[in-house]
């Protein structure tokens, strides 16, 4: 890992399960010997609202703040393309690697139509135009193939973990998934963990 | 993170833990036997770990009835030799001051510790209050850790420091330590058994403000936990505290000004540790503060240096009374970050600096991208209960209008209660208000009075209220949306849940009981039921006395979670798409999540992979045209 820190966000919406997600990819981290800091906004906001969560990875006794600075993420992991698109513009640079689900999650205002969902396709291409590097995961009909849509989170882990960008390998990333759920939901956590790696490796 | 790195007896183990578990971490380190508190964001995991771990490691943790109760419990303990934790949010300090204004005067025995939570910019709040003013007007220590390590072991030396002076201990901690987690290096766990009993008074007199006065004195003469960052003989300093430290330092690397400028972190704010402090501001010529949310440190320090002006160089000071330290919306509100702390820095250096943003204007087409308001859940009980108060205060027609307070339903100001809140304060006022409106019946005021409640916050703050209002024969309906659970702050239980903090069966306090004793009629619907519901409401707002309606229906979070959800889904040959007439009512003005639009179809359209199955929208439904399957 040659960035220090290495600088990721998971950005969503409330209830999209950034929490876990973050907090799956700081256990494996630290079982992997690397240090971490995760910054997390939970409570009013996880109602409906933008959700992001800063998860800073480093090695040594360095002093590593909870929030990441504008412009320094280097990968962010987005679970629905609007928040994507927003988080980006305001953490990203050139070199920022963007892996998104495509699914839109809509906001109040536009489900009452006072707002317009900007067109998917045209928000993939202008991230696309925006850094040179973007991966779309059809995160949520991979959560429902393994079982749940609410395993979305697991598929975009699957997805971090398939990119090989951190030094935690796969094997770490799924015992860790697997001792964290319960026994009933743990084949298909794991199988949504699967089909993300797969589908960035493809 | 979670309990099983909280209770590992590793001395020396680096494991991964949350702000709030490293409090409760440094809690059981010091061998705390009662912890209390009233659930708050963002604290609220502090007493959910130790109550988890209670019967573990023998001691008492409890969800009290709200946040003066938990102080005073946890003072009976100290009182009688245990070590005690009480954890509070900014709003529930507020609740509790009262009592601690009194107990700096009398004094504590074992070491008493105040975690109190602040949340600059408000983010699971309704304010963003520096709670650090009150605990100086309370007489009490501050603390501020920086980092999620320093939340552990703050906690600990905050026991011994409240031991040693015999006087209550705070821990002020923001958000970005609650709920961030980071590796921390653990100490050893302390299992002293301790047999309580109380063996002096504790009561305040005349020459007990003395006694603390002197006592504050002298904590300010010792060491303050400070740590300093940057070359010995820094002519410009940044003041600072908590994670703004972190800030601080990643702001210097990114400006390269590291060489430069130094960062004194303080430890205790308040009493001011003044030997470090006078050290660094001797050899200073410019000093900044960086702190959140008020200028509290900078104000203290400013006095400080005042007294000492002749023995010190000239100064210039920056901060947020100069306006140089200041977020977008200015100094002294919101929180502070790298970013901010930058922007600082460029002004008071006069810095040409650009970051390495992407070019913003190729979004432009896009724009506005819409923001994104917060919202009741997917078949969140409350969206139902707002529905049929509105829905029953327009058929009334009398201007009727709806009082809030803080809970998932203060949400009920914004476009997901349909603006329907005319107030939000703090827990329990809007019955006050209510009760307040009234009375004003005198003066011919004639519109219906509502006030809404949570089931939690009814037995927190909203009794005394409804007692007055009956003592005084006033007029209004108190509404209670009881959800059965604290939802806002993670589904902790409160007086009416039959179970305690650790999950045991404990008795149940029933609120239609409570009320009814109070000589109120109390009537209860299923929100759920919206037709049967808004007759209910509608039918009570021509009466001329204190009511209370309980509004009953398990948060949808939780029954997701026990129950099978039957699916519901849109018959798209009965929905009749724009030539309804309805205005698209499921999704445009019901405004569940999962009522969304098919713009191919031009019909309405139910998202599975967020509807719970709550079905309320079937009976909204003008065509019928929304069915449920039992699965």
Same mark, same amino acid.
């Given at each position: 890992?040659?960035?220090?820190?290495?600088?990721?966000?998971?950005?969503?919406?409330?209830?999209?399960?950034?929490?876990?997600?973050?907090?799956?990819?700081?256990?494996?981290?630290?079982?992997?010997?690397?240090?971490?800091?995760?910054?997390?906004?939970?409570?009013?906001?996880?109602?409906?609202?933008?959700?992001?969560?800063?998860?800073?990875?480093?090695?040594?006794?360095?002093?590593?703040?909870?929030?990441?600075?504008?412009?320094?993420?280097?990968?962010?992991?987005?679970?629905?393309?609007?928040?994507?698109?927003?988080?980006?513009?305001?953490? &990203?640079?050139?070199?920022?690697?963007? =892996? @998104?689900?495509?699914?839109?999650?809509?906001? /109040? *205002?536009? +489900?009452?139509?006072? %707002?317009?969902?900007?067109?998917?396709?045209?928000?993939?291409?202008?991230?696309?135009?925006?850094?040179?590097?973007?991966?779309?995961?059809?995160?949520?009909?991979?959560?429902?193939?393994? &079982?749940?849509?609410?395993?979305?989170? =697991? @598929?975009?882990?699957?997805?971090?973990?398939? /990119? *090989?960008? +951190?030094?935690?390998? %796969?094997?770490?990333?799924?015992?860790?998934?697997?001792?964290?759920?319960?026994?009933?939901?743990?084949?298909?956590?794991?199988?949504?963990?699967?089909?993300?790696?797969?589908?960035?490796?493809? | 993170?979670?309990?099983?790195?909280?209770?590992?007896?590793?001395?020396?183990?680096?494991?991964?833990?949350?702000?709030?578990?490293?409090?409760?971490?440094?809690?059981?380190?010091?061998?705390?036997?009662?912890?209390?508190?009233?659930?708050?964001?963002?604290?609220?995991?502090?007493?959910?770990?130790?109550?988890?771990?209670?019967?573990?490691?023998?001691?008492?943790?409890?969800?009290?009835?709200?946040?003066?109760?938990?102080?005073?419990?946890?003072?009976?303990?100290?009182?009688?030799?245990?070590?005690?934790?009480?954890?509070?949010?900014?709003?529930?300090?507020?609740?509790?001051?009262?009592?601690?204004?009194?107990?700096?005067?009398?004094?504590?025995?074992?070491?008493?510790?105040?975690?109190?939570?602040?949340?600059?910019?408000?983010?699971?709040?309704?304010?963003?209050?520096?709670?650090?003013?009150?605990?100086?007007?309370?007489?009490?220590?501050?603390?501020?850790?920086?980092?999620?390590?320093?939340?552990?072991?703050?906690?600990?030396?905050?026991?011994?420091?409240?031991?040693?002076?015999?006087?209550?201990?705070?821990?002020?901690?923001?958000?970005?330590?609650?709920?961030?987690?980071?590796?921390?290096?653990?100490?050893?766990?302390?299992?002293?058994?301790?047999?309580?009993?109380?063996?002096?008074?504790?009561?305040?007199?005349?020459?007990?403000?003395?006694?603390?006065?002197?006592?504050?004195?002298?904590?300010?003469?010792?060491?303050?936990?400070?740590?300093?960052?940057?070359?010995?003989?820094?002519?410009?300093?940044?003041?600072?505290?908590?994670?703004?430290?972190?800030?601080?330092?990643?702001?210097?690397?990114?400006?390269?000004?590291?060489?430069?400028?130094?960062?004194?972190?303080?430890?205790?704010?308040?009493?001011?540790?003044?030997?470090?402090?006078?050290?660094?501001?001797?050899?200073?010529?410019?000093?900044?503060?960086?702190?959140?949310?008020?200028?509290?440190?900078?104000?203290?320090?400013?006095?400080?240096?005042?007294?000492?002006?002749?023995?010190?160089?000239?100064?210039?000071?920056?901060?947020?009374?100069?306006?140089?330290?200041?977020?977008?919306?200015?100094?002294?509100?919101?929180?502070?970050?790298?970013?901010?702390?930058?922007?600082?820095?460029?002004?008071?250096?006069?810095?040409?600096?650009?970051?390495?943003?992407?070019?913003?204007?190729?979004?432009?087409?896009?724009?506005?991208?819409?923001?994104?308001?917060?919202?009741?859940?997917?078949?969140?009980?409350?969206?139902?209960?707002?529905?049929?108060?509105?829905?029953?205060?327009?058929?009334?027609?009398?201007?009727?209008?709806?009082?809030?307070?803080?809970?998932?339903?203060?949400?009920?100001?914004?476009?997901?209660?349909?603006?329907?809140?005319?107030?939000?304060?703090?827990?329990?006022?809007?019955?006050?208000?209510?009760?307040?409106?009234?009375?004003?019946?005198?003066?011919?005021?004639?519109?219906?009075?509502?006030?809404?409640?949570?089931?939690?916050?009814?037995?927190?703050?909203?009794?005394?209220?409804?007692?007055?209002?009956?003592?005084?024969?006033?007029?209004?309906?108190?509404?209670?949306?009881?959800?059965?659970?604290?939802?806002?702050?993670?589904?902790?239980?409160?007086?009416?849940?039959?179970?305690?903090?650790?999950?045991?069966?404990?008795?149940?306090?029933?609120?239609?009981?409570?009320?009814?004793?109070?000589?109120?009629?109390?009537?209860?619907?299923?929100?759920?039921?919206?037709?049967?519901?808004?007759?209910?409401?509608?039918?009570?707002?021509?009466?001329?006395?204190?009511?209370?309606?309980?509004?009953?229906?398990?948060?949808?979070?939780?029954?997701?979670?026990?129950?099978?959800?039957?699916?519901?889904?849109?018959?798209?040959?009965?929905?009749?798409?724009?030539?309804?007439?309805?205005?698209?009512?499921?999704?445009?003005?019901?405004?569940?999540?999962?009522?969304?639009?098919?713009?191919?179809?031009?019909?309405?359209?139910?998202?599975?992979?967020?509807?719970?199955?709550?079905?309320?929208?079937?009976?909204?439904?003008?065509?019928?045209?929304?069915?449920?399957?039992?699965?």
């Amino acid at each position: 890992m040659e960035k220090q820190p290495f600088n990721l966000i998971f950005a969503g919406v409330g209830g999209q399960g950034n929490v876990i997600a973050s907090k799956l990819t700081a256990l494996a981290a630290v079982d992997s010997g690397l240090k971490v800091t995760v910054g997390e906004t939970f409570g009013a906001s996880q109602r409906g609202g933008t959700v992001m969560s800063h998860v800073r990875i480093f090695q040594g006794d360095k002093i590593v703040g909870p929030l990441i600075p504008r412009g320094h993420a280097h990968l962010i992991i987005g679970f629905e393309p609007l928040e994507t698109l927003r988080i980006l513009l305001t953490y &990203g640079n050139r070199k920022t690697v963007v =892996i @998104v689900n495509d699914r839109p999650v809509y906001p /109040l *205002n536009v +489900l009452s139509g006072d %707002a317009e969902y900007p067109n998917v396709e045209e928000m993939l291409v202008t991230m696309r135009d925006l850094v040179e590097d973007v991966k779309v995961v059809q995160a949520t009909d991979l959560a429902f193939q393994a &079982g749940s849509a609410l395993a979305t989170n =697991i @598929v975009m882990v699957g997805a971090l973990a398939g /990119l *090989n960008c +951190l030094d935690i390998s %796969a094997a770490k990333f799924e015992a860790v998934i697997a001792g964290f759920f319960k026994p009933e939901f743990k084949e298909l956590n794991i199988t949504a963990f699967k089909l993300g790696m797969k589908a960035v490796q493809e | 993170m979670g309990i099983e790195n909280v209770k590992l007896n590793l001395p020396g183990r680096e494991v991964l833990l949350t702000g709030n578990e490293a409090l409760a971490r440094g809690a059981l380190e010091a061998g705390v036997k009662y912890a209390s508190s009233y659930p708050g964001s963002p604290s609220a995991e502090v007493l959910d770990t130790l109550a988890k771990l209670s019967s573990q490691f023998n001691l008492y943790a409890e969800w009290s009835v709200n946040e003066k109760v938990a102080a005073e419990g946890a003072a009976a303990a100290s009182f009688a030799g245990m070590r005690s934790i009480t954890v509070m949010k900014a709003d529930g300090f507020n609740v509790a001051v009262d009592f601690f204004t009194s107990l700096s005067l009398s004094g504590v025995k074992a070491g008493m510790v105040v975690v109190v939570s602040d949340d600059p910019s408000a983010h699971s709040s309704i304010k963003e209050e520096d709670s650090r003013y009150l605990s100086k007007l309370a007489h009490l220590p501050v603390l501020e850790p920086a980092t999620i390590q320093e939340a552990k072991d703050m906690t600990v030396q905050a026991f011994t420091l409240s031991e040693a002076i015999g006087l209550p201990v705070v821990i002020r901690c923001v958000t970005r330590i609650c709920h961030a987690s980071s590796v921390v290096k653990l100490g050893a766990l302390n299992n002293i058994e301790v047999r309580p009993e109380l063996k002096q008074k504790f009561l305040t007199n005349p020459q007990a403000h003395v006694d603390v006065e002197n006592k504050l004195r002298e904590i300010a003469k010792t060491g303050g936990g400070c740590l300093y960052a940057g070359p010995e003989n820094a002519q410009t300093i940044i003041v600072t505290s908590g994670p703004v430290y972190t800030y601080c330092l990643e702001a210097l690397e990114i400006l390269q000004l590291n060489g430069e400028i130094g960062v004194l972190k303080l430890g205790r704010t308040w009493p001011l540790p003044e030997a470090e402090l006078y050290n660094r501001l001797k050899q200073a010529r410019e000093v900044i503060f960086a702190e959140e949310v008020e200028p509290f440190i900078e104000d203290n320090v400013a006095s400080f240096a005042a007294f000492h002006w002749s023995e010190l160089n000239p100064l210039q000071l920056y901060g947020k009374r100069s306006g140089h330290v200041a977020g977008p919306l200015g100094p002294g509100i919101g929180e502070l970050n790298t970013d901010v702390m930058i922007d600082s820095l460029i002004k008071i250096k006069g810095l040409n600096y650009q970051r390495n943003l992407l070019n913003q204007d190729k979004v432009k087409h896009l724009e506005p991208l819409p923001v994104r308001d917060r919202a009741f859940c997917a078949g969140c009980p409350h969206r139902a209960s707002f529905w049929a108060i509105k829905s029953a205060l327009a058929l009334d027609g009398r201007n009727g209008f709806v009082l809030g307070d803080i809970g998932c339903y203060a949400m009920g100001r914004g476009r997901t209660g349909y603006f329907l809140l005319s107030s939000v304060h703090s827990m329990g006022s809007g019955v006050g208000l209510a009760h307040g409106f009234g009375k004003l019946g005198q003066f011919s005021f004639n519109q219906p009075v509502t006030a809404i409640v949570g089931d939690s916050t009814f037995y927190h703050a909203v009794v005394p209220a409804l007692i007055n209002a009956k003592a005084n024969n006033s007029n209004f309906l108190c509404i209670v949306l009881d959800n059965e659970t604290t939802a806002m702050t993670g589904h902790q239980p409160h007086p009416g849940s039959g179970r305690d903090a650790a999950g045991n069966p404990s008795p149940a306090v029933s609120m239609e009981n409570l009320a009814r004793g109070l000589g109120l009629p109390v009537y209860i619907s299923d929100p759920y039921d919206i037709p049967a519901t808004v007759k209910l409401i509608n039918s009570l707002l021509t009466n001329n006395e204190p009511q209370v309606l309980i509004l009953r229906r398990t948060c949808a979070l939780v029954a997701a979670k026990r129950e099978k959800r039957p699916k519901v889904y849109v018959d798209q040959e009965i929905c009749l798409g724009d030539g309804c007439g309805c205005n698209r009512f499921c999704t445009r003005v019901f405004g569940c999540p999962a009522n969304i639009w098919d713009k191919e179809a031009g019909k309405a359209r139910i998202d599975e992979a967020v509807c719970v199955g709550c079905g309320v929208c079937v009976s909204l439904c003008p065509q019928g045209a929304i069915k449920v399957e039992e699965v």
